[in-house]
């Protein structure tokens, strides 16, 4: 195991910047997630890592060595990809023991390395079969077994899971994330799925245009967004975001509740909604609308359980309010958070 740290890395296709001066550090043991919109520069950065792609500027480490120029077989590092590039012609098995023949271990401990890692990965009794024999989550376990015999100080994975349908993807994030816990090996995640980063990572790093715009926990992400974008990108559906003349004010839709719904005593900040369309999921509703008045007429979204009585239709106007002490403030010309903004008004529809 190691820890891994990027130091001031750049990447540039031609004139155009795909990483511009990133720095981060991946503790030892750690699985931290790399998250963003398609385009964002979160492959290209796990590519370099992994040796697949050389950085334009700045260093990358791997424990204590100095890995920018190494070739990927000299990293230690063990890569599960999208399409996990199985070897559809071999079974489970001589997939999971290629590396290792490819090494000329000794027999015997090519058997027992195999069975360790399926046994871990819960494949045991499917080594005989070949790739098209087996289902997506169990293709993913082969490539997963595959990258663990080899022993490695860092995974690297990119985007998984993407091709599971959402049942599966599920089950298999939970299995992951269990796998990762056992061995204890520094991983580093790529997904553009927000709902995957918040359940896999132990920290998150938000990535957009090549930049981290936030680094921190699941929780903290969620609940003080660095800035804007990872305020409006975090989340489902992502946070309300109402533009005022000095600041930009935040809101979740889960805190976004009719009027009524607050206790005695507890200051609020009230809008006046016209609900525009209603889904109903379940647990939940969604409540699509606009304010406007002293505001451009801006859409929010309210997210109602099952608990809280609401009885208005759509094509209505309705009276909703956030708690101020749930409400975000964003500098209007950065987009970055800011301290609190004494706002004391209604926001008229």
Not at 99 to 114: N, T
Not at 224 to 240: C, I, L, R
Request: some cysteine; aromatic content about 8%.
């Amino acid at each position: 195991m190691a820890q891994v740290e990027v130091r001031n890395v750049d990447k540039h296709f031609g004139d155009h910047t795909v990483i511009s001066n990133i720095n981060l550090k991946v503790n030892d043991g750690e699985f931290l997630v790399l998250l963003g919109p398609s385009g964002c520069g979160k492959s290209t950065l796990l590519r370099m890592i992994a040796g697949l792609e050389l950085p334009t500027g700045g260093d990358i480490f791997i424990g204590e060595r100095q890995a920018t120029r190494l070739q990927p077989k000299d990293r230690n590092i063990a890569m599960v990809f999208q399409n996990y590039a199985l070897y559809p012609h071999l079974t489970a098995y001589e997939n999971i023991a290629f590396p290792l023949r490819v090494r000329r271990a000794p027999a015997r401990d090519i058997e027992e390395k195999v069975k360790w890692a399926a046994d871990l990965v819960a494949l045991g009794g499917k080594l005989k079969r070949k790739p098209r024999q087996l289902s997506g989550g169990e293709r993913q376990r082969i490539a997963l077994a595959r990258s663990l015999v080899r022993n490695p100080e860092v995974f690297l994975f990119d985007e998984p899971l993407s091709n599971l349908d959402a049942k599966l993807r599920n089950a298999s994030r939970e299995d992951l994330r269990q796998f990762q816990a056992r061995l204890g090996v520094t991983s580093i995640y790529v997904t553009h799925d927000q709902v995957e980063a918040m359940g896999l990572g132990e920290r998150i790093a938000v990535m957009e245009a090549g930049v981290i715009r936030q680094i921190a926990t699941p929780e903290e992400i969620y609940l003080h967004p660095a800035d804007t974008f990872v305020a409006g990108f975090m989340g489902s559906p992502p946070m309300n975001l109402l533009k005022l003349t000095d600041y930009t004010l935040g809101f979740r839709p889960e805190e976004f509740l009719p009027q009524t719904s607050f206790a005695p005593g507890v200051e609020t900040m009230p809008f006046d909604v016209k609900v525009n369309r209603i889904e109903f999921l379940g647990g939940d509703r969604l409540l699509y609308g606009t304010v406007g008045g002293a505001l451009p007429e801006t859409p929010v979204i309210a997210r109602l359980p099952s608990s809280v009585a609401w009885t208005g239709t759509a094509g209505e106007s309705a009276k909703f309010a956030v708690a101020r002490a749930n409400l975000r403030y964003f500098a209007a010309d950065t987009g970055k958070a800011i301290a609190p903004v004494g706002t004391k008004g209604r926001v008229h529809a």
